[in-house]
């Protein structure tokens, strides 16, 4: 079975805070990805990777970065947390261009920051 | 303009009954996949079934069926003989080829709740 697995199931931070999320896959998946969830809006993608040191913006990448220095793990970064980046966050991998691309995800990280 | 629309926030359903999510999207790609997740309580998102755009039948996945209506633009989740185990948010997402990559557009989410 796919695992995707995030370090911390949940966390609190305080503003300003630099925040390390984790995610380590053991599929060998090409692409990875952090969405963040919040009511009423559904997931909305944050960055992307499609390979090892290489990333890509998704619709909401302010106040976020990301890491990916091996294949398997894809970090999420907040440099300097703030309020509005209280969520749940999570972290998804898939096969590049095979099979139907469904992701598979993570159990999710909630954040709070205060 | 919404990639996914799902226009209903929750749902109830009787147990053993069938329920349909509804679910709209839009694109004009001509290739694409469209996909529906379960995320119980719990957090973890699990994937139902999925769709292309040129599959010619309609997806189904043990109870799960998906109504595949492409000039409507819909892909409805149609869930048979409800399970109170059933009880979950339900999203709705897409995939474009043209993006070139394989992220997923989701929809808002609805509220699915069995009733005994």
């Known amino acids: 079975d796919v695992k995707v697995t995030q370090s911390s199931r949940y966390l609190v931070k305080r503003t300003g805070e630099k925040v390390f999320l984790e995610c380590v896959q053991d599929m060998d998946h090409e692409n990875m990805f952090w969405y963040r969830q919040d009511p009423g809006l559904g997931l909305r993608l944050i960055y992307f990777s499609y390979d090892v040191k290489m990333k890509e913006k998704g619709d909401i990448p302010e106040g976020y970065s990301v890491s990916r220095e091996k294949k398997e793990r894809f970090s999420l970064i907040l440099e300097s947390a703030s309020t509005n980046q209280t969520s749940m966050y999570l972290c998804a991998s898939s096969y590049f261009k095979r099979g139907s691309g469904e992701l598979f995800f993570g159990e999710g990280s909630r954040l709070t920051v205060l | 303009a919404q990639k996914i629309t799902q226009t209903q926030p929750g749902m109830f359903v009787q147990e053993k009954e069938a329920v349909t999510l509804d679910c709209t999207y839009d694109?004009?790609?001509?290739?694409?996949?469209l996909f529906w997740y379960k995320q119980p309580s719990s957090g973890e998102m699990i994937f139902l079934i999925y769709q292309g755009s040129y599959d010619q039948q309609n997806a189904t996945e043990g109870r799960y069926s998906l109504n595949f209506q492409k000039a409507r633009k819909s892909a409805n989740l149609v869930i048979s003989a409800s399970q109170l185990g059933d009880s979950a948010m339900y999203f709705c997402a897409m995939r474009e080829a043209l993006t070139g990559a394989n992220n997923l557009f989701f929809g808002t989410g609805t509220r699915l709740t069995v009733i005994p």
């Open positions: 694109t004009s790609d001509p290739s694409y996949g």
